[in-house]
C-alpha cells in the first residue's frame, strides 16, 4: 500500500496518531504523505453540500477551544485544537461544503465516510408549510421556543405559510390538513386532553362541538377529529323525530327533559343543525315522512297522527283496480255491512266474519277495515289441448276443465297440483334411459323440460304405433290409448309404467316406459344351454315380435307388464328343452334347425303368446360359444395354430420382398455416395478461390477500415452532442412550462379567492337589506297604519286650521282641476309673524 494519499479538491480523510491515540484531517487538494506512527483511517470522502431549500443534522457536532479564537489560522487547519460535542446533535443549512471531523456523522448516512460514500439520504428538503395548513411538532427536552418554554413531550402547531427550519431540539410529526367544510355540513370534534378551542372557549377531556362556520378549518393540536355530518334539510312533506338525552331549549324555545322525543316539520323550519352544547346531545331516532294519500291510494293507520311512538299499518296500499280478467277473493275479519254491495245491489248485504266472496273487475275497490285481502285472481287463458285441476274446497272435490277457454276460479275453488311419481316425472321429462329414445323423441314435451307446472293438465303424446295404458284409481277402470294420439290424465288417473327387462343375458326391472311398442320389433338375449353330453354353450338369438291387437280385449296386450322378459324366458326355456335332447356333435352341424324346431315346431313360422297376443315371427342364432374353458381354450389353440401357418407363410413372403429391396437401396446408396463426392470437390475449389480473393480483400482494406472507424466515431460525437443539446432544451422548455402552470394555478386560486370573498359579501348585503326591511316592517307594524296616517295629516290640517282663524278658509287659487292651497302663504305670514 502507497504511503502517500492524493486528496482531489473538495474531499477530506481522516489520519489517526498512533502515538498520541488524536485523530485529525487533511482537506484536499494536497498529497498527504503518512508517517510511519500514522494510519488512514477514513479514505476520500466528498464534503457535505447541502442545497438551498435542505438541511442535514450532524450527531456528535464538534465545537472549536478557546484556543482558536486568538490563533490567526484558517479553520480546518485550527481543527486539531477542536473538540466533539458527544449525545449531541446540529442542524446545518445551505453553505459552503464541509467535511466531517473525526467522530461527526450524519443523521440518516451514518456510513458515510465508513463504508459508504453517499450521504443523499441523510439531506431532506426543509418543510414548507402552505397556507391553512399546519406543522405537527413535539418537544424531545425542554427548551425556550422564542420566548415560549416548551416541555419534553409538549406537541404544538407551526401554521403555514412558512418554511420551517427544524431544530434538534423538537420533532417534525406530520403536516395537518385543513378540513373544508361545504355548505351544508358542519364538523364534530371532540378534546384529546383540556384545551382551549379556536373560538377561545376552554373545553374539558372527552368533550365535544360542532364547528358551523364554512370554509377551511384548521385541526387543533389537542382536537380529535370525529368526521363531518350533513345538515338536515327538511321539505314541506317530511319530518324528523328529535330525542333529549340531558335537558335542553330546542331552537323553538321549547324545554325538553331527557328522555323526551318530538317530532320537527318542514313547515317549522327547513334546516336542522346538530349541535352539542356541555351536557346537551341531539340525536336522530328516525326519519318520519308526511305519507301523500293520492286519490286512488289508501293507508290504514294504527293511530290517529303520525307522531313519535305510532306507525302505518302495511304502508301504504294502493287502490286495487280490476279489469275485465280479475277477481279479489276478500274474507270479513269481524261482522259489518258491505257497502260496495249495498251499492251495486241496492240491497243491504251483510257479512258475517270468515264470510268469502269475490268481486269481478273491471272496478276500483278500497278494502274497509273489516275486510281481509285473501287473493287476487287473473283468469287462466287455456288453449286447446291446455287444462288445469280445479279443486273444490267446499266438497274437496277435484276436477279438470279444458280448453279452448279462459276460467276463472270462483271463491271455493282453488287451483289443484297433481303429484306424479318419480318414475312418472322422469320419464315425462325424457331425462330417464327410454328404449328406443330415438323412435320416442317426439313424446317429449319441451315446456316439460323446464319444470312441470303440477296445477296444469298432464298430457303426453303417445308415439305411432304404440300404446299407452291408463288407469282410474277412483273408478277402478282402465282405458288403452293408441298412437299417434294425446293422452290427457284426469284428476285420479294415473300412467301404467312398463317394467322391463334390458341386457344381454336379459336383467329384469331395467327399463322403465309409459308406452308398448307393438311392432314390428326385434330382441336380443344371451341364453347358456347344455347339450346330452353335457356340453355347455352360451346361444346369442335375435327375434322378431309384434302384438295382435284385439278391438275387443285391448287392454290384454298389457296383460304381461314384462313382455320382453316373459317373452325370453319362454325361448329360452324351450331352447334349454330341445338341445339337452342332441349330443355337441349334432347340435354343432344341425344349431339352427334344432332351436328353429324348438321354438316354431314342424309346420309352423311364429309363435303366439295368448295371455297378451305377442307373436314371435323369426328367429335368428347370432352366435354359439362353449361355457367350459378347457373347450374354448382347444378351439382357440385349433384357431390360433390355423393363423400361426398363416402368418409363417406371410413373414417368408415379406422376408424375400425385404431382402430385394435391400439390395436395391444399397446400390442407391453407392450411386449417391459418388455424387455427394463430385459435388464436395466442385466446392472446395470453390472454397479456395474465396479464400484467395479475402486475404487480397485483408490486405488492402486495413487501412480503409481505420478511416471509416475514425468517422463514424466522429459522427456518434457530433450526434451525442446534438442530442445533448436538444435534451437540455426540452429541459428547459419543461421548466419554464412548470414555472408557468405553477402561476396560471397561483392566479386561478386567487380568482376562486376573490369571487368566494364577494359571494360572502354579497350575501351579507343581502342579508342587511333583509334585515333593514324587516325592521321597517316591524315599526310599521308597532305604530299602526291609522297613527301613520295621523302623522302624515298633522301637519296640512294644522295649517288649514289657522287660515280659517285668520278668514282664509275658502281662499284656493284652482284651475278646475287641481286646487292649489295657499299653505306656502300661511307659512309666510306665521313666519313673518314670529320673525316681528
Known amino acids: 500500500m502507497s504511503r502517500v494519499i492524493s486528496v482531489p479538491p473538495f474531499t477530506f480523510i481522516h489520519i489517526l496518531n498512533n502515538n498520541t491515540n488524536i485523530s485529525q484531517i487533511e482537506i484536499g487538494p494536497k498529497n498527504f504523505a503518512l508517517q510511519t506512527n500514522e494510519v488512514l483511517i477514513t479514505e476520500p470522502c466528498p464534503m457535505v453540500k447541502v442545497p438551498p431549500g435542505h438541511y442535514c443534522i450532524i450527531l456528535n457536532p464538534m465545537r472549536y477551544i478557546q484556543v482558536i479564537q486568538i490563533m490567526e489560522i484558517s479553520k480546518y487547519e485550527a481543527g486539531k485544537f477542536c473538540e ?6 446540529e442542524v446545518r443549512l445551505n453553505g459552503e461544503p464541509f467535511p466531517l471531523y473525526p467522530g461527526e456523522s450524519l443523521y440518516g448516512a451514518e456510513n458515510f465516510g465508513k463504508t459508504s460514500k453517499d450521504y443523499s439520504s441523510a439531506i431532506k428538503p426543509l418543510p414548507v408549510i402552505p397556507a391553512n395548513h399546519a406543522l405537527s411538532v413535539t418537544a424531545l427536552v ?20 412558512i418554511t420551517y427550519i427544524p431544530t434538534v431540539e423538537a420533532e417534525i410529526n406530520k403536516i395537518v390538513e385543513p378540513v373544508v367544510i361545504k355548505m351544508d355540513q358542519v364538523l364534530r370534534l371532540s378534546a384529546k386532553q383540556d384545551c382551549i378551542d379556536s373560538s377561545g372557549r376552554r373545553r374539558v377531556t372527552g368533550e365535544e362541538w360542532y364547528i358551523t362556520e364554512q370554509g377551511a378549518y384548521l385541526q387543533g393540536v389537542h382536537e380529535n377529529f370525529l368526521g363531518l355530518e350533513e345538515k338536515i334539510t327538511l321539505t314541506p312533506d317530511t319530518g324528523y323525530h328529535l330525542g333529549a338525552t340531558e335537558r335542553l331549549t330546542d331552537f323553538m324555545g321549547k324545554h325538553r327533559l331527557p328522555g323526551e322525543a318530538w317530532l ?13 352544547e356541555q351536557s346537551l346531545v341531539l340525536y336522530r331516532l328516525s326519519i318520519t315522512e308526511i305519507f301523500q294519500v293520492n286519490k286512488r ?18 304502508g301504504i296500499q294502493n ?49 274497509p277495515i273489516h275486510v281481509k285481502i285473501l287473493s287476487q285472481r287473473v283468469a287462466v287463458p287455456l288453449s286447446k289441448n291446455e287444462g288445469i285441476y280445479i279443486q273444490n274446497i267446499r266438497t274437496g272435490e277435484v276436477r279438470s276443465v279444458m280448453g279452448q277457454c279462459s276460467y276463472m276460479l270462483q271463491e271455493w275453488e282453488e287451483l289443484w297440483a297433481k303429484i306424479l311419481s318419480d318414475d312418472v316425472e322422469e320419464l315425462l321429462s325424457g331425462s330417464g334411459e327410454i328404449r328406443k329414445l330415438a323412435y320416442y323423441e317426439q313424446s317429449i314435451d319441451p315446456k316439460i323440460l323446464q319444470g312441470r307446472n303440477k296445477t296444469r293438465v298432464v298430457t303426453y303424446r303417445c308415439p305411432g304405433n304404440t300404446a299407452v295404458q291408463v288407469y282410474n284409481y277412483q273408478k277402478k277402470t282402465a282405458r288403452v290409448i293408441f298412437g299417434p294420439d294425446l293422452v290427457i290424465l284426469g284428476p285420479h288417473e294415473n300412467f301404467n309404467v312398463l317394467s322391463l327387462s334390458a341386457g344381454k343375458p336379459k336383467v329384469p326391472n331395467a327399463l322403465k316406459s309409459l308406452c308398448l311398442l307393438l311392432g314390428p320389433d326385434f330382441i336380443t338375449d344371451i341364453i347358456e344351454v347344455e347339450t346330452s353330453d353335457h356340453a355347455r354353450l352360451q346361444i346369442k338369438i335375435a327375434f322378431n315380435n309384434y302384438f295382435e291387437i284385439d278391438s275387443e280385449h285391448e287392454e290384454k296386450i298389457f296383460a304381461v307388464p314384462d313382455f320382453i322378459g316373459f317373452a325370453c324366458n319362454q325361448i329360452g326355456g324351450k331352447i334349454r328343452g330341445a338341445i339337452a335332447q342332441v349330443p355337441f356333435d349334432k347340435f354343432h ?19 303366439q303368446f295368448d295371455v297378451n297376443n305377442l307373436v314371435i315371427t323369426s328367429l335368428d342364432v347370432q352366435s354359439i360359444e362353449p361355457v367350459d374353458r378347457k373347450m374354448r381354450d382347444s378351439l382357440s389353440k385349433s384357431v390360433q395354430m390355423a393363423i400361426e401357418i398363416s402368418t409363417s407363410s406371410v413373414e417368408a413372403a415379406a422376408s424375400h420382398e425385404a431382402q430385394r429391396n435391400e439390395q436395391i437401396a444399397k446400390g442407391n446408396l453407392e450411386r449417391q455416395k459418388l455424387a455427394n463426392e463430385r459435388n464436395s470437390e466442385r466446392e472446395r475449389t470453390k472454397l479456395l478461390e474465396l479464400c484467395a480473393m479475402t486475404a487480397a480483400v485483408e490486405s488492402t482494406g486495413q487501412a480503409k477500415a481505420e478511416a471509416q472507424a475514425n468517422a463514424e466515431k466522429t459522427l456518434i460525437e457530433c450526434h451525442s452532442e446534438i442530442e445533448a443539446a436538444k435534451l437540455k432544451a426540452e429541459a428547459m422548455t419543461i421548466e419554464h412550462n412548470a414555472k408557468l402552470l405553477s402561476q396560471i394555478q397561483m392566479r386561478r386560486y386567487e380568482i376562486d379567492y376573490l369571487r368566494k370573498e364577494n359571494e360572502l359579501e354579497l350575501n351579507r348585503t343581502k342579508r342587511m337589506a333583509a334585515i333593514e326591511i324587516n325592521n321597517f316592517e316591524n315599526k310599521v307594524n308597532a305604530l299602526g297604519v291609522e297613527t301613520l296616517k295621523a302623522m302624515a295629516r298633522a301637519g296640512p290640517e294644522t295649517k288649514i286650521k289657522l287660515l280659517q282663524s285668520v278668514g282664509l278658509e275658502s281662499m284656493l287659487v284652482t284651475d278646475g282641476n287641481n286646487p292649489i292651497n295657499l299653505f306656502n302663504t300661511s307659512n309666510g305670514l306665521i313666519g313673518a309673524s314670529q320673525t316681528s
Open 84 to 89: 466533539l460535542k458527544m449525545g449531541q446533535s
Open 589 to 607: 352341424r344341425n344349431s339352427l334347425q334344432v332351436i328353429q324346431y324348438a321354438v316354431f315346431g314342424v309346420n309352423s313360422s311364429k309363435l
Open 319 to 367: 287502490t286495487r283496480i280490476l279489469s275485465a280478467d280479475e277477481t279479489l277473493v276478500l274474507q270479513a275479519i269481524e261482522d259489518f255491512t258491505d257497502d260496495l254491495e249495498e251499492v251495486v245491489f241496492s240491497e243491504e248485504v251483510i257479512r258475517k266474519a270468515g264470510d268469502r266472496w269475490m268481486i269481478t273487475g273491471p272496478l276500483e275497490y278500497i278494502p
Open 264 to 276: 320537527v316539520t318542514g313547515e317549522q323550519t327547513d334546516l336542522i343543525i346538530p349541535q352539542i
Open 297 to 314: 291510494d289508501a293507508c290504514l293507520l294504527t293511530y290517529i297522527i303520525i307522531v313519535p311512538g305510532e306507525k302505518l299499518e302495511s
Open 142 to 161: 425542554d427548551h425556550d421556543d422564542g420566548g415560549v418554554v416548551r416541555r419534553a413531550g409538549d406537541m404544538w402547531h407551526i401554521e403555514g405559510p
